[in-house]
């Protein structure tokens, strides 16, 4: 089945340690959209691609990195993860020819030790 | 920018019985409004979604009803179940933008 894959599903850092989550995706979407989720709290987007098109939110901090290497694979870095960047880590895909319909990925859960 | 607020925050409901989880939006520009569901541990699920240029869409037990005028919009579950217990979230976007504001989300609980 076309999906959007993420992994690991479980990521356990240290403070300051930098790590990166991955996110794949079999459905040839051409928009692919990263958000941290706090618990109990919405979706927050970081940041999307369009394309190779990288488009950053005004306030999301600069220790949040992303590459988008081809279509169907995109990275989430984060620097210098401090306690406050335990959280949901979700992917997101859109077909640009899709009104706006967005799929999610399981998530990444991130734990800052 | 857009703002969705969403009521209620929690929503106990006993099996059979209607569920009703409602949400305000700020920018009449908005034009796209899915509802997502989220199990525990899982990645949001879109389960319905409605388009500005209709004022209701039903999938089976699901309903979702849009003012314009009025920049609200409602989700409505009936006959639920206890699968049905998550957490919902509504959110809004303008085509342009390609992007999602969500609701700040509610903990829909089914009691048997």
């Known amino acids: 089945d076309a999906m959007v894959i993420q992994n690991p599903r479980y990521q356990v850092t240290q403070f300051g340690k930098p790590v990166t989550l991955s996110c794949s995706q079999t459905?040839?979407?051409?928009?692919m959209y990263w958000y941290q989720q706090k618990s109990s709290q919405a979706p927050k987007l970081l940041f999307h691609y369009y394309d190779k098109d990288f488009n950053n939110e005004a306030d999301t901090p600069d220790n949040f990195q992303s590459r988008r290497p081809n279509t169907s694979f995109c990275f989430l870095d984060i620097r210098s993860p401090g306690l406050g960047d335990a959280a949901m880590y979700l992917c997101a895909t859109k077909n640009r020819f899709s009104y706006n319909e967005q799929f999610f990925g399981p998530g990444t859960r991130l734990t800052v030790l | 920018g857009e703002n969705v607020e969403q009521h209620p925050s929690t929503l106990s409901v006993q099996e059979g019985d209607s569920a009703v989880i409602k949400c305000t939006y700020s920018?009449?520009?908005?034009?796209?409004f899915p509802w997502y569901k989220q199990e525990l541990g899982k990645g949001p699920q879109l389960i319905i979604d409605?388009?500005?240029?209709?004022g209701e869409k039903k999938d089976q037990r699901i309903a979702v009803t849009l003012n314009k005028t009025a920049k609200h919009f409602s989700l409505h579950i009936t006959e639920t179940q206890p699968e049905d217990s998550a957490v919902y979230f509504c959110?809004?976007?303008?085509?342009?933008?390609?992007?999602?504001?969500f609701g700040q989300g509610t903990r829909l609980t089914i009691n048997p």
């Open positions: 920018d009449s520009a908005s034009n796209y």
């Open positions: 959110a809004a976007s303008t085509g342009g933008a390609q992007k999602l504001v």
């Open positions: 409605i388009r500005s240029n209709v």
């Open positions: 459905l040839n979407h051409n928009v």
